[in-house]
């Protein structure tokens, strides 16, 4: 059975897809391909199809990749019945929703209000704040200089 699928080619962290019709058994890199019906670059979404030959596959039975079928779509080629078309409505499911910054119960913040405390409170409270003055340490003298060599 036939398979259209997307091969990749292009550079590292760069790719460029063909658009290739091959034995659905084969890998996609095996480079045993029946035809390249078209391009597909996914960074500027520019799409090359030769449509008259994609239908003709099609027709005889080809199976197209859920990407492939998009890009057809895309390009208004006639799809058979039998083909499943994407669904659009997929949305990714988020996982630990309640642990989200938006999904927490919000805080109520009370501000306590703030007593003044007496003036002669405060000017005893700075006095014993007071940092002392640093004492400068004097260097410690050796009294015998010390000889790596020694005489016998």
Same mark, same amino acid.
Do not use: C
């Given at each position: ?10 550079? %590292?962290?760069?790719? /460029?897809?063909? /658009? ?12 045993? /391909? /029946?035809?390249? @019906? ?6 500027? %979404? ?36 039998? @083909? ?49 003055? @640093? ?18």
């Amino acid at each position: 059975m036939l398979a259209i699928r997307l091969q990749r080619q292009g550079r %590292k962290g760069y790719p /460029v897809y063909r /658009v290739v019709v091959q034995e659905s058994q084969l890998a996609p890199t095996s480079g045993r /391909v /029946v035809a390249y @019906v078209g391009s597909y670059n996914p960074h500027t %979404k520019e799409n090359n199809l030769k449509t008259a030959e994609i239908e003709k596959y099609l027709s005889n039975g080809a199976q197209p990749t859920p990407r492939v079928v998009k890009l057809l779509l895309e390009n208004k080629v006639k799809l058979p019945d039998w @083909v499943k078309k994407p669904a659009n409505d997929k949305q990714g499911k988020i996982r630990f929703a309640d642990k989200l910054r938006r999904n927490q119960p919000k805080e109520d913040t009370v501000q306590e209000p703030v007593e003044e405390q007496p003036a002669e409170e405060s000017e005893t409270t700075t006095e014993t704040n007071t940092i002392p003055a @640093v004492v400068e340490a004097e260097p410690v003298k050796n009294e015998e200089p010390i000889n790596e060599t020694k005489n016998n």
